[in-house]
């Protein structure tokens, strides 16, 4: 079946520092991949997504790319705020689940001033 | 448009007790579903449905119910309530159930089981 692998957290950085959070994941077929953030108290909205090989899913100056050779879909900003601090989800959908969507454990990212 | 809103925010039952989970959207999205989210766990699949009056399970659906009467509502019965479905519970949904459309989630229920 599919499964869905963050890095583990909790994720402490200051603010303006580099940010990757780390997805694998297993996927028969050729998955969609997404990453969703859930910030404090709310419910989960999607950040960005990408739908086919090598390619490059952004938004708010968050960037993943889609790397079917090494399964993964790290994500990735270049200077973090305080306002980033949130949960952070890697998933995936295919063919098969269709909308069912496979998600990942988590990451916690804390951005402090 | 509120889009995906849920009722209630915060719930404390007894073991043995039941209730239902209110879900509904104004988008007029045929796909739902209901997730429960737990520490390390990421979110989970409880229930989901493609349309009013066609429900599937999802990956943990034991002890929950669900009807979908309407496109609007989807909502989730806990039948005998266990301190394991202590959790956070949210509703999602989208506009169909192809694989890269986008899920709409709801603010959550936070579900406290003794």
């Known amino acids: 079946g599919n499964s869905v692998t963050q890095m583990e957290g909790p994720v402490t950085l200051s603010e303006e520092a580099f940010l990757t959070i780390n997805c694998t994941y297993t996927a028969t077929g050729y998955p969609s991949l997404f990453w969703y953030v859930q910030y404090p108290g709310e419910g989960l909205q999607l950040l960005l997504k990408?739908?086919?090989?090598?390619d490059k899913g952004s938004n708010k100056g968050f960037e993943a790319t889609y790397r079917k050779e090494t399964t993964s879909f790290h994500l990735e900003k270049g200077s973090v705020q305080v306002s980033d601090s949130a949960v952070y989800f890697c998933a995936l959908s295919d063919l098969v689940s269709g909308s069912r969507l496979t998600f990942g454990e988590g990451t916690q990212l804390t951005v402090n001033p | 448009n509120a889009g995906v809103t849920q009722t209630p925010k915060f719930q404390v039952l007894k073991t043995g007790q039941s209730m239902t989970l209110q879900c509904a959207q104004d988008?007029?999205?045929?796909?739902m579903s209901w997730y429960r989210q737990d520490p390390g766990m990421g979110l989970r699949l409880i229930h989901y449905s493609v349309g009013a009056g066609i429900t599937d399970q999802g990956e943990v659906p034991n002890g929950y119910n669900v009807s979908r009467s309407t496109t609007e509502d989807f909502p989730l019965r806990l039948l005998s309530a266990a301190p394991s479905q202590t959790s956070v519970y949210f509703c999602a949904s989208s506009y169909s159930t192809g694989l890269t459309d986008t899920q709409y989630f709801g603010p959550g229920t936070r579900l406290t089981v003794l």
């Open positions: 988008m007029n999205h045929e796909y």
């Open positions: 990408a739908t086919k090989a090598d």
